[in-house]
């Protein structure tokens, strides 16, 4: 294995000054199957005294000298160094009570949550594996490192880590690990929020995230209680041949793995349940269902600590998820009016795996009228047309001039554009404002 300069030089800087270094876990674990890892950790022999005396000179960021950890920053990069060390008692199930500094590499592999994390590399590329990590990459295997119940007992994550590295991999849980998963997922609930978004997140963009989400149905309804009605729940629709769970797995799985796109499939038909009404026939609508599902969204959204911005964003996706769509000149200009076109183009690729998720529309045709869609916005756009008050010949002065005064100037401005987009109006200053009468100043 080949390490970077950088790390070749913090490995041997360490190693000059008589301590054992390595580089250790998911840059490891990345390089190995190809690819380039995100950032480099290094587990040293040395403790944090000592590693400041080492890189003396260097810039040091003290990131967590209680834990034994401190960063080193060559070149604008930062590479977090951490002495060896064991876990005390995890009381909370997510933060050891105590660290204790060791000097054996093999102390601090033991304690690691997963076999593939449990990797270590030195200055000379020779790989440390004590628990069969590289065999377990081979396998395309999540393994816990010893006993599984006892690593997600230190920490409730790793059992959504798990989950998430079987997905982002597209690895499977090896069955000691996946059935520790499923009874323990309830200690989840001692994990922050926002831990377990980012978790969570990673998790549904990973190429294996349709079949985790159908495997672990039971800690999915744990983690976003409105999930729970939908597993198992017959539409009885002729326009649906899915439960309405599978349903939102095969939406999820046909967007690209894009945060929002994914979180707003997961979510656009959670409502459907409680919307349900039952005609004399014994078909299953779902009258409403979009703006339930957007409320229902909001909390889930809320409770995980999203961002107001994607939080809003995914919600308004959510409540427009089947609104209807055409190529129409006019038609278009409402919708760029209405969603921008970021989120109309977020559309049209929502409507596409919306369709092919009801397992009764052709896929082919739901992908062709996805390009028909956003070719007619194409073509659209190359125009400039008006679709918003930004680009709306007259502004609010205009109106202030002619003696429109408070909320009337933007009712007013509003109409003149929506009569802009029909046509019944060219986007012309003099003629929208001889349209208008002039109010009489008091």
Known sequence: MLLPAPVLSILSRLRAAGFSAYAVGGCVRDSLLGKAPGDWDICTSALPEE????????????????????????????????????????????????????????????????????MACDESGEIVDLYGGREDLSARLIRCVG????????????????????????FEIEPVTALAVRAQYRTLENVAAERKRVELVKLLCGPGAGRILREYTDVFAFLIPPLAPCIGYNQDNPHHLYTVYEHIVRAVENVPPDPVLRMTMLLHDVGKPAAR???????????????????????????????????????????????????????????????????????????????????????DHATDRMHELSDALDALLAEHPCYSLKTLAVNGRDLTALGYTGPEVGKTLDRLLNKVIDGALPNDRDALLNSLPRKEKS
């Open 277 to 363: 009404t039952t005609d004399e026939k014994g078909i299953g609508h779902y009258f409403g269902h979009q703006d339930l599902s957007a409320r229902m969204a909001a909390k889930v959204l809320e409770d995980y600590r999203f961002d107001r911005a994607s939080a809003e964003r995914i919600c308004r996706l959510v409540a427009a998820h089947d609104i209807p769509l055409d190529p129409d000149r006019k038609i278009m200009l409402r919708r760029l009016k209405k969603f921008g076109e970021e989120d109309l183009r977020a559309l049209f690729v929502i409507h596409r795996a919306d369709r092919i998720a009801t397992g009764t529309r052709n896929p």
């Open 147 to 170: 006993d599984p119940s006892a690593r997600f007992e230190e920490d409730a994550l790793r059992v959504l880590r798990a989950l998430r590295f079987a997905s982002v991999l597209d």
């Open 51 to 118: 590693m400041q005396q080492v890189f003396a000179g260097e810039h040091v960021v003290e990131t967590g000298l209680r834990h034994g950890t401190l960063t080193v920053v060559l070149d604008h990069v930062p590479y977090e160094i951490t002495t060896y060390r064991l876990d005390g008692a995890y009381t909370d199930h997510r933060h050891p009570d105590s660290v204790s500094f060791v000097t054996d590499l093999s102390e601090d592999l033991a304690r690691r949550d997963f076999t593939i994390n449990a």
